[in-house]
Nanobody, 127 residues
Framework: QVQLVESGGGLVQAGGSLRLSCAASGRTAGIHGMGWFRQAPGKERDFVAA????????AYADSVKGRFTISRDNAKNTVYLQMNSLKPEDTAVYYC????????????????????WGQGTQVTVSS
């Protein structure tokens, strides 16, 4: 079993930046991919970005392309989400998630592909 702990959320003005981190522990040798999702109040959990744990396969939601970057440090078992040019509509609780599936990142865009979730970190963007 993998455990995930997110950090880095907070309050930022529109146009600002934040970097979220997600540290994995436990059976990290079995990690094949990680993703970020977000959920605003009263809304469903939406895909943000995903990465394979090896290679260069990444995927992004259209709403964040060009503004957000997902990256990883395999040695630290940590995945990051660099968020630039933040908008008020980016306000949500952000969750990282682990997948044991060996799929390209473009196929890791739905919550049912993931088996473990972090506790979430709040991101609030003020206008």
């Amino acid at each position: 079993q993998v455990q995930l702990v997110e950090s880095g959320g907070g309050l930022v003005q529109a146009g600002g930046s934040l970097r979220l981190s997600c540290a994995a522990s436990g059976r990290t040798a079995g990690i094949h991919g990680m993703g970020w999702f977000r959920q605003a109040p009263g809304k469903e959990r939406d895909f943000v970005a995903a990465t394979r744990w090896s290679g260069v396969s990444t995927a992004y939601a259209d709403s964040v392309k060009g503004r957000f970057t997902i990256s990883r440090d395999n040695a630290k078992n940590t995945v990051y989400l660099q968020m630039n040019s933040l908008k008020p509509e980016d306000t949500a609780v952000y969750y990282c998630a682990h997948t044991p599936l060996q799929l390209a990142a473009q196929y890791l865009v739905t919550p049912n592909k993931y088996d473990t979730w972090g506790q979430g970190t709040q991101v609030t963007v003020s206008s």
